[in-house]
């Protein structure tokens, strides 16, 4: 599981906290959603996220991306 919260908005990338449970959104997310590329810039503080759940995440929002559209809040659950 992923949960992610919007952060802050740059000019080509997006910031978003980093979580795999609700309550440990301690981690950070830097987002380029044009260049279909993101880094973890820090791990959540108790459990980490794993790439395959962030992949399948940013693939099921990729469309409102690319429609210029920045969600407040992103979430995968298996």
């Not at 440990?24 to 380029?32: H, N, V």
């Amino acid at each position: 599981m992923v949960y992610c919260r919007l952060v802050s908005v740059e000019n080509d990338y997006i910031i978003y906290l980093l979580g795999s449970v609700v309550s440990d959104i301690t981690g950070l997310l830097k987002l380029y959603p044009k260049k279909h590329y993101y880094e973890i810039e820090r791990q959540p503080q108790k459990k980490p996220v794993y790439i395959h759940a962030i992949d399948r995440m940013l693939f099921r929002y990729q469309e409102k991306f690319d429609r210029g559209e920045i969600p407040d809040k992103m979430s995968y659950e298996i």
